[in-house]
């Protein structure tokens, strides 16, 4: 019995094991206390400030975010940093482009100010994406206000930034320059940026974040993924839930 416990368990944790290249993952489904649960292996829970709401996602539950005072923090780890590649990804349901007061640009997801290594914006004039990298560029598609829309950005092999909008190339822009890597030792932020005064005003859902360039085919299929077609079980629950149901077996 404990051989087949251990091998079931096993098992179950293996199909469902995410990729070592997702470093960071909030589906927002649920929140623990004040803390947002990361999914990816590494645990890098984040930290809610202010009082952002659960409110019907894309998939499942989102944070709704009140443009002022409502964030997430992420505490600095190494597995955060990128020195190479990044893709940075969510869904968005904003009423706005601009940050507070006019500012020109709204934050999704940063790391950092200086040196950044993926700070995601949408901005204003372009009404589309910025993505900064010690040095950024504009996407060239609109994004769409006060619906769900899913935006990517990504460096690829340090020099070249790259925009997806509901899953269609929004920009290819080369000669950028390569994150910083570990030099970057900075939080990660969701729903603000590290310079103040970009808070982000509306829903984010499905935050994930990758220390390599996706390809098209793999944007598109994250696009259409929520947490339960990714994971049918959280992996972290599976041993939990193979024991609870054994023992009962034997009741």
Not at 148 to 172: F, I, K, L, P
Request: charge should be negative; glycine fraction near 10%; charged fraction near 25%.
């Amino acid at each position: 019995m404990l051989i087949l416990i251990a091998f079931t368990a096993s098992f179950a944790y293996a199909l469902n094991e995410p990729e070592d290249s997702l470093i960071l993952y909030f589906s927002f489904d649920e929140l623990d206390g004040k803390n947002t649960i990361d999914h990816s292996k590494y645990e890098n829970h984040g930290e809610i400030a202010g009082a952002p709401k659960l409110a019907e996602g894309k998939f499942g539950k989102a944070l709704e975010l009140n443009g002022k005072s409502d964030w997430v923090v992420v505490p600095h780890h190494e597995i955060l940093t990128v020195d190479n590649s990044v893709t940075v990804m969510a869904w968005i349901n904003t009423e706005r482009h601009q940050g507070p007061n006019g500012q020109r640009w709204q934050g999704i997801v940063a790391k950092s100010n200086n040196p950044r290594s993926y700070s995601f914006y949408t901005e204003f004039p372009s009404e589309c994406l910025h993505l900064s990298v010690g040095g950024g560029s504009v996407c060239n598609k609109k994004v769409p206000l006060d619906e769900w829309v899913h935006v990517v950005a990504q460096v690829d092999d340090g020099t070249t930034h790259r925009y997806w909008v509901n899953g269609e190339m929004a920009g290819e822009f080369g000669g950028k320059n390569a994150p910083p890597g570990k030099a970057d030792q900075a939080d990660v932020l969701v729903g603000k940026t590290h310079e103040g005064n970009r808070e982000f005003l509306g829903l984010i859902d499905e935050v994930r974040i990758w220390n390599r360039a996706l390809d098209e085919d793999e944007v598109i299929e994250q696009m259409e993924s929520g947490y339960f077609d990714i994971f049918a079980v959280d992996p972290r629950q599976k041993l939990t839930t193979t024991w609870g149901h054994l023992k009962t077996s034997q009741r």
